[in-house]
């Protein structure tokens, strides 16, 4: 079946970049869109980043544009998230999302998969 694993997070000081990876496996991994969203203290779920099947086209949220890269390696089923200058108000859970087709999806697609999440915390 469909598995999303989440790592990477962690503590992690204002001003420094964490990477995060989504190892997925139970699917055709380079067939599906994959997209990442955050789930921060006392707010609702934010869609962070999506990426396309082959990599070559990501999106972004507008707020986080030129702070987070996506990416994947389709020979290792593995979807990453760089984050750099990172803030205080970037500390939440990061989750990683399966899309339902080669389209990136948003939060209301009730046939996206999400794993179980990783928490990144920025602070001094």
């Known amino acids: 079946q469909v598995q999303l694993v989440e790592s990477g997070g962690g503590l992690a000081q204002p001003g420094g970049s964490l990477r995060l990876s989504c190892a997925a496996s139970g699917f055709t991994f380079s067939t599906y869109a994959m997209v990442w969203a955050r789930h921060a203290p006392g707010k609702g779920l934010e869609w962070v980043a999506g990426s396309y099947p082959d990599g070559s086209v990501a999106d972004y949220r507008d707020s986080l544009k030129g702070r987070v890269t996506v990416s994947r390696d389709n020979s290792k089923n593995i979807l990453y998230l760089q984050m750099d200058s990172l803030k205080p108000e970037d500390t939440a859970l990061y989750y990683c999302?399966?899309?339902?087709?080669?389209?990136?999806?948003?939060?209301?697609?009730?046939?996206?998969?999400w794993g179980q999440g990783t928490q990144v915390t920025v602070s001094s």
């Open positions: 999302g399966k899309c339902p087709s080669g389209y990136v999806c948003g939060l209301a697609d009730e046939d996206a998969y």
